[in-house]
């Protein structure tokens, strides 16, 4: 009978192996993916700030958007994603950096409101340096630098996407900016946007909206 129950363990045991073995690799292979593309972000240098002497000058179309401006500056200064009846994020709007890649706005809040533990600071006010048209939408390119912890100096572009949306339900009908997407280039160098590295940088987007409200607690409104 011992021996018939040991036989029987025995399958059982070696799935369960197996299983644990496959969990680890996945796990390991996600993190070595994620690890790389910061890596990559980290040390390939297209910041506009290290090319040449001159020093970066806000675009003169900029003061047209200062409003975008100021939105930029509460994120990054660990304000969170601060919403204005003239500006506000689009419900399927996308935020990425080598990190991370967030899909909706309420993802992106929560990823913002995570970082004020970092304890981020504007070392310089963010920099508007491109308007560009881009289609039925408008794109900004502003250039951020950032102190984390008191000890990380992060240089980076981010680029930002918005256009202009109608909200109706008044009696006279509002426009307002909608900010469709956000991308965060650290050093200036575009994220990895292979599959792997995609695929890895949304796991991450998932993991850190779920903690947030777990370490953090749900926001109060």
Known sequence: ??????????PVTMNARLVTTGFKAVVGTHALVTLTSMIYSTYVDNDPSRQGTKKLKETFDAKHYQKVTNFVTNMYSGNGVIETHELRLARNATFEDPAAICCTAKEIKEAFRALEV??????????????????????????????????????????INFRLARMNGGEIPENYFEVTKLEERWNGTEPLGFLPFWISRRINGLISWNLTRLLIGEKKV
Not at 1 to 10: E, I
Not at 119 to 125: D, G, M, T
Not at 138 to 158: A, D, M, R, W
């Open 118 to 159: 970092a304890q981020p600071n504007c070392l310089s006010k963010p920099i508007c340096i491109r308007v560009q048209p881009d289609g039925a939408s408008i794109e900004l390119t502003y250039h951020l630098n950032q102190l984390y912890g008191n000890f990380l100096n992060v240089k980076s572009l981010l680029v």
């Open 1 to 10: 009978k011992l021996l018939s129950s040991s036989k029987r363990l025995l």
